[in-house]
């Protein structure tokens, strides 16, 4: 079955560090990859994607995500950790078998990030 | 809109009432989806729609389920005969195209509380 697994329900960190928050996938074809972050009271907002070429993508706010078809994963990360980075970060991914018109996402996981 | 508007925000219902939950999706915007997000878990799919055809209603739960985007625009989820297990945040997303490259904007959701 296609499925993401975020392995990490929390992920601590203290401001100022790097940061990853890690992802894993299980498609058959290739994948499309969304990382989506989710604050209290708000709606999913889109970070970033992988749909072909790069292997490392730029997203929102400093963070990037690498996409690793041989360890099929998709970790996210970013360099220097911010307080207001604290959110509950969910992984995701669409395939051709669905005509990549719905989200699979992760269970996600929840970063926080200390001062 | 500026965004995907979902009202109401919160919905207390009691088992066995009928609920109608509205997605008024940003404009212009062809696809438009419908996701379930239980508590600690990510969003589930539900159904999905190219501009007034639902082409995939494979989430839905069950028959008590019913969703419906008439005029392409504004679609309404509706729950019959709610039951305590449908509590949960439903989200409603668009995008402006039929692929995968345009990633999905997301409401607030309806936070839906079954007693």
């Known amino acids: 079955a296609q499925s993401v697994a975020q392995p990490e329900d929390q992920v601590n960190v203290a401001e100022g560090n790097p940061l990853t928050v890690k992802c894993t996938y299980s498609v058959s074809g290739n994948p499309y990859l969304f990382w989506y972050v989710q604050y209290p009271n708000r709606g999913l907002q889109f970070l970033l994607k992988?749909?072909?070429?790069?292997?490392l993508v730029k997203g929102s706010y400093g963070f990037e995500a690498e996409f690793n078809k041989s360890q099929t994963s998709f970790h996210l990360k970013k360099p220097s950790a911010l307080v207001s980075d604290s959110a509950l970060y969910f992984c995701a991914v669409t395939f051709e078998d669905t005509g990549f018109q719905k989200l699979v996402f992760g269970t996600g996981t929840r970063l926080l990030v200390s001062p | 809109g500026a965004g995907v508007s979902q009202s109401p925000r919160y919905k207390v219902a009691k088992r066995g009432q009928d609920v109608a939950l509205r997605c008024d999706p940003i404009?212009?915007?062809?696809?438009l989806f419908w996701y379930q997000q239980a508590l600690g878990q990510g969003p589930e799919f539900l159904t999905y729609?190219?501009?007034?055809?639902?082409?995939?209603k494979s989430g839905l739960p069950s028959d008590r389920f019913f969703a419906e985007r008439p005029e392409g625009s504004v679609s309404t989820l509706k729950i019959q005969r709610t039951q305590q297990e449908d509590s949960a945040v439903y989200l409603c997303?668009?995008?402006?195209?039929?692929?995968?490259?345009?990633?999905?904007?997301f409401g607030q959701g309806t936070r839906l509380t079954v007693v």
């Open positions: 992988y749909i072909t070429g790069d292997n």
């Open positions: 404009s212009g915007h062809v696809s």
């Open positions: 729609f190219q501009n007034e055809a639902q082409l995939d």
């Open positions: 997303a668009s995008s402006s195209t039929t692929g995968a490259y345009t990633e999905a904007f």
